[in-house]
Structure formats: structure tokens, C-alpha cells
């Protein structure tokens, strides 16, 4: 599965690309770093939206541009009652240490940076297993 790199990890700026030309829309900044890269699956497409996801990998990644991912689990987020998951995903060659850490890292980075809005409300449901964070994501691809 192909994903579009929008922010490096350790970035405290934020990028959003568009989704479908690939083009920079804008970038500004955080109240914390990315502690993993951030983008979206290429060609998805969930309420108007690409699935958003964070990449684990030991490779120095571009932003603007592609790379070949797999699917690792998802997370449940909703942003007050808009439900916002985030695949996590990660390149081939990665060996994944502890899934826990990873969750919580997100978690933790995901709470800190709406805790700038304080008027939307964070919640995390479950962690989804691999095979289903993969028939979700097929499911919403266009």
C-alpha cells in the first residue's frame, strides 16, 4: 500500500498536502514533534478523507513523497464525534519491538497536540488487529 508522506518524524510543523493532486496546501506549527512519520494512504477515501497514518521505519523518509507501506493495526480515534482513525503502518523491512509503546506514544502525541483545542474532546476506542486494519482499508479505497 502506497503512502503519502506529509510530515517527518521530529517535525513540530505540520504539512497537509492535497490528497488528490498531491500538491502543498499549508503548513504550520505544533506543541509537539511528530514521534513517528505522518501521512496518508494513497487512494482511500473515508468521509471525504484519506486514511491518516503513522509510518514506523528505520529509513530516512521525503516529504511530498510516496512510499511502500503494510498495515500494523489501527488505532479509534474520535475528534469530539468525528471518528478519525489512524492506521499504523510500516515499511517492509521493519521489525516492530513493542506495539504498546507505539500505541501509547500516539496516544500520548495525539492528546497533546488537540490539548490546544480544548473545546474538542479526544477519545481512543480499540486497537484493531492487523487483518482488519487491512479489510478496512480495502474496504475504503476508491
Not at 473515508?46 to 500494523?72: F, S
Request: hydrophobic share 30%.
Amino acid at each position: 500500500m502506497n503512502v503519502f508522506i506529509e510530515t517527518l518524524k521530529n517535525s513540530d510543523t505540520r504539512t497537509r498536502y492535497h490528497e488528490s493532486t498531491f500538491q502543498r496546501k499549508e503548513s504550520f506549527k505544533i506543541n509537539s514533534q511528530y514521534p513517528y512519520d505522518y501521512g496518508f494512504i494513497i487512494g482511500s477515501n473515508r468521509k471525504h478523507d484519506c486514511i491518516d497514518c503513522y509510518v514506523l521505519t528505520n529509513e530516512t523518509l521525503i516529504e511530498g513523497k510516496p512510499i511502500d507501506c503494510e498495515p500494523v493495526f489501527m488505532l479509534e480515534v474520535y475528534e469530539g464525534s468525528e471518528e478519525d482513525h489512524k492506521a499504523i503502518m510500516k515499511t517492509v523491512e521493519y521489525e516492530i519491538d513493542n506495539e504498546e509503546l507505539v500505541e501509547n506514544t500516539i496516544k500520548s502525541f495525539i492528546t497533546k497536540i488537540w490539548s490546544q483545542n480544548p473545546e474538542v474532546t479526544i477519545t481512543f476506542g480499540r486497537k484493531i488487529g492487523k487483518e482488519e486494519t487491512i479489510n478496512f482499508i480495502k474496504s475504503n479505497l476508491r
